[in-house]
């Protein structure tokens, strides 16, 4: 218990120092006040001016709620420990205090919250890497898996860190340490004080594969005067879609072009393919199913829909979306009567093994590939869904549930290409899986239909890269 205890208190105090500023007191001089010319008239002016008063009321307004929710802050890093120790690593990152750099070189920096986003951002690193060969980029994460994924993908190509949570001094000093030439945020990380830190030091911001869910919009509306400023601090957003795009500009963003995703130039890595494959010759002789990223409470709703009668015919592949709950999912399953075996064993299958628990990290391509058919997790309660991309590139059939905020977009072109099924519930979605399985013409046109689609959508890497090195050659 001392351990933890040391680390709590240690956290308290990075927390208090975090509000400290890194330099001078904060002017009150939004930019539009910065931009005035000669002959705006005074209506004008008076509502440039009120508009800078209440920007700076809510961000100060939401400063202080982050200090007051210090120790609700502490409190989720220590339960989140409990499943999943790396989070009690670099604690003093997450307030703003990093180890000295030792690496000279100019810096560009890139952040990718968790694994997903890490994952879409490869594209645009390797070519940042390629366009910019005498900077050292950073890359900064949320989360362990997200830093771990970094890791395995990239090695010591990058230097990684954590984000700091979003205090003013933190972020100050965050981006003091790194100096980077230019920022890039990834999808739709949109923090006040980190935005207004880069502006005040000169950083150019860019926010990519920007999405914004309609149910985001609505909320971000609810604070229009933090969240114009928010995004006025932006010198371009680039985003999926023209959906996304719309929902920007309401918001009073400007400029945001539409590049598509990141996420259709992801290359498919061919040792997963292989390795994939190779699972498929030593599992039993059945078709598969994949149950892809599923999120805690639908592996339950799946399992009470399925019979003994189906898990004899088919096998099921369960690949939860968190590493923390590996154990719980494989438990949930033994204790509901099904013979499972774990991946993490790395051992051979018995052949009257029913569900098989993938409880690994970083081989989701290999289990799309030794699949006939995916079904998508975190579609089936109201998550978001997770992206469809990968598993269509692989050119797997994919069937997903109702929610599916997160990727509205890119589910109703798939749909449309007739590349995945949208269904009403687990039930439903078992149903659609047996029915393809048992109809392979179908099932290969779904997944001629999904590589088609993939293909037909790359080419975001370049746009983006694009308007980045407009403002830096």
């Known amino acids: 218990m001392l351990p933890s205890v040391r680390v709590i208190v240690g956290c308290l105090l990075l927390g208090a120092l975090s509000l400290t500023p890194a330099g001078p007191r904060e002017k009150l001089n939004y930019s539009i006040k910065s931009n005035r010319y000669d002959g705006i008239s005074d209506c004008a002016w008076q509502a440039c001016s009120r508009f800078q008063r209440s920007y700076t009321v809510m961000r100060v307004v939401y400063s202080l709620v982050w200090f007051m929710a210090l120790p609700v802050v502490l409190l989720r ?33 890139l952040h990718a919250v968790s694994v997903g986003e890490t994952r879409a951002a490869i594209p645009l690193i390797e070519v940042l890497l390629t366009r910019y060969p005498q900077h050292q980029l950073v890359l900064t994460h949320m989360t362990p898996t997200g830093r771990a994924t970094g890791l395995a993908l990239l090695g010591a190509r990058v230097q990684q860190y954590y984000l700091p949570y979003d205090y003013p001094g933190a972020v100050a000093r965050f981006v003091a340490h790194v100096q980077p030439q230019f920022g890039v945020l990834m999808e ?3 923090w006040p004080n980190l935005l207004k830190a880069c502006a005040d030091q000169g950083v150019r911001m860019y926010l990519v594969n920007a999405r914004l869910s309609e149910r985001s919009a609505r909320r971000y509306q609810q604070f229009v005067g933090l969240t114009r400023a928010m995004l006025s601090r932006f010198t371009a957003i680039a985003a999926q879609s023209e959906v996304d795009a719309d929902r920007f500009q309401r918001l009073g963003a400007s400029p945001v072009v539409v590049t598509g995703s990141l996420k259709f130039d992801v290359l498919i890595p061919a040792t997963q393919l292989v390795v994939g494959r190779d699972w498929r010759r030593q599992w039993p002789a059945r078709p598969v199913v994949v149950f892809a990223s599923s999120r805690e409470g639908e592996e339950r709703l799946f399992l009470e829909a399925m ?28 204790q509901a009567g099904w013979r499972i075996h774990r991946r993490s064993a790395n051992t051979a299958c018995p052949a009257e093994v029913q569900v098989i628990v993938g409880d690994t990290m970083g081989e989701m391509f290999a289990y799309y590939a030794a699949s006939d058919v995916v079904i998508l997790g975190g579609s089936f309660l109201p998550y978001g869904a997770q ?42 979605a078992w ?9 392979r013409e179908r099932c290969q046109q779904m997944a001629e239909a999904g590589a088609h689609y993939t293909e037909s959508q790359r080419g975001a890497t370049q746009r983006v ?9």
Do not use: M
């Open 77 to 109: 890093l220590w339960w989140r420990a409990r499943r999943q120790p790396e989070y009690l690593q670099h604690i003093a990152e997450r307030f703003g205090y990093y180890p000295a750099l030792t690496d000279c070189r100019p810096k560009l920096w």
């Open 188 to 190: 739709t990380e949109l």
């Open 307 to 334: 019979t003994a009668h189906d898990l004899d015919q088919v096998l099921l592949v369960v690949v939860p979306r968190h590493p923390q709950r590996f154990e719980a999912v494989a438990q949930l399953i033994t």
């Open 387 to 428: 992206s469809l991309i990968e598993p269509c590139a692989v050119g797997k059939p994919v069937i997903l549930g109702p929610s599916t905020f997160n990727f509205a977009e890119v589910t109703r072109q798939a749909v449309a290409a007739s590349a995945a099924l949208q269904v009403a519930d687990p039930a439903e």
């Open 431 to 439: 149903r659609a899986a047996r029915a393809l399985l048992a109809d």
């Open 465 to 473: 890269l694009e308007i980045i090195t407009e403002c830096n050659p």
